[in-house]
């Protein structure tokens, strides 16, 4: 009784070139192992290499009649699609980290709670008109100390609060009106600025 003799390369991608899976999957699990360690040594990540591996076998199953073989092996076309692919996979991610190192940060901005609790302690207002602005919603104390005590903008303040610019001099408006009526007992000059 004869060793089972496995079939070389080119007699599986013969078979995978006729619609073979089995065979497909023999090659596959031939050279697996193979493609993944060059895959990971250049993209350093297992999901990375992962993907770049995947890629590489979708490419022999749909490119199976085009795949030339290297002294009987599948396995240098294979090595050279994984890293056309994991080469592909940096240069996305790079493009990617790029755009990511365009956009705003989160902490680059400012809380809005933040920011009017420092204009607050920054600033010289009394007690009663602290009281009176924690009585407001957050996003409209924010828009009186970035408008009335910090100058800004309605245009300004509506860039830094996320709020559409015509939503600003309304709630703006609201606000004041409400300061006006909390700060009626207080001197005449709160009444000058909230106008």
Same mark, same amino acid.
């Given at each position: 009784m004869a060793g089972h003799v496995e079939p070389s390369d080119a007699e599986l991608l013969f078979r995978v070139s006729r619609?073979? +899976?089995?065979?497909?999957?023999?090659l596959i699990h031939r050279h697996e192992a193979s493609c993944y360690r060059v895959a990971?040594?250049?993209?350093?990540t297992t999901w990375d290499a992962e993907e770049a591996v995947g890629s590489a076998f979708a490419e022999l199953w749909r490119r199976?009649? $085009?795949?030339?073989?290297?002294? +009987?092996?599948?396995r240098p076309w294979?090595?050279?699609v994984v890293s056309f692919a994991a080469k592909n996979q940096l240069?996305?991610?790079?493009?990617?980290r790029r755009l990511l190192a365009k956009v705003p940060r989160e902490d680059a901005v400012p809380d809005h709670a933040d920011e009017v609790a420092r204009l607050l302690?920054?600033?010289?207002?009394?007690r009663e008109v602290r009281d009176a602005l924690a009585r407001l919603r957050a996003v409209d104390a924010a828009l009186v100390v970035l408008c009335l005590v910090e100058g800004l903008t309605m245009r300004e303040a509506a860039l830094a609060t996320g709020v559409p610019e015509g939503t600003v001099k309304s709630r703006l408006s $609201?606000?004041?009106? $409400?300061? $006006?009526?909390?700060?009626?007992?207080?001197?005449p000059a709160v009444q000058e600025v909230t106008e």
């Open positions: 619609g073979d +899976e089995g065979a497909y999957r023999d990971l040594a250049m993209t350093r199976r009649d $085009r795949v030339r073989l290297v002294d +009987e092996s599948v294979l090595l050279t240069r996305g991610l790079g493009r990617y302690d920054g600033a010289v207002i009394g $609201r606000a004041k009106a $409400r300061l $006006r009526q909390d700060l009626a007992h207080v001197a």
